[in-house]
């Protein structure tokens, strides 16, 4: 099993920029794509960024060219750099993973707020 925990997470003003970071515990070994996804009030979760073990990354469309996802090197934690940030980028940032069997976990999340 694998827990994940966010941090990183608090107000910030339009233009400016958080760091997210995510440690995994437990089975770590077995972990494989790593990721965030958010969650904006009365809205569906969305995907942000993922990054595989071997580094490869994918971005939602609305976030290339403004956020970074990196992960370290023993693989067990994540980070997203979130640079330029908007009003609407407002929301609960998950951390996700698989393992290699594609069992997936969830961190609780941590709320960014992005005043205007």
């Known amino acids: 099993h694998v827990q994940l925990v966010e941090s990183g997470g608090g107000l910030v003003q339009a233009g400016g920029s958080l760091r997210l970071s995510c440690a995994a515990s437990?089975?770590?070994?077995?972990?494989?794509?790593m990721g965030w996804y958010r969650q904006a009030p009365r809205k569906e979760r969305e995907l942000v960024a993922t990054?595989?073990?071997?580094?490869?990354?994918t971005y939602a469309d609305s976030m290339k060219g403004r956020f970074i996802i990196s992960r370290d090197g023993a693989k067990s934690s994540v980070y997203l750099q979130m640079n330029s940030l908007k009003p609407e980028d407002t929301a609960v940032y998950y951390c996700?993973?698989?393992?290699?069997?594609?069992?997936?976990?969830w961190g609780k999340g941590t709320l960014v707020t992005v005043s205007s």
């Open positions: 996700h993973a698989f393992d290699d069997g594609l069992t997936q976990f």
């Open positions: 437990g089975n770590i070994f077995s972990l494989n794509v």
């Open positions: 990054i595989t073990a071997g580094g490869e990354t």
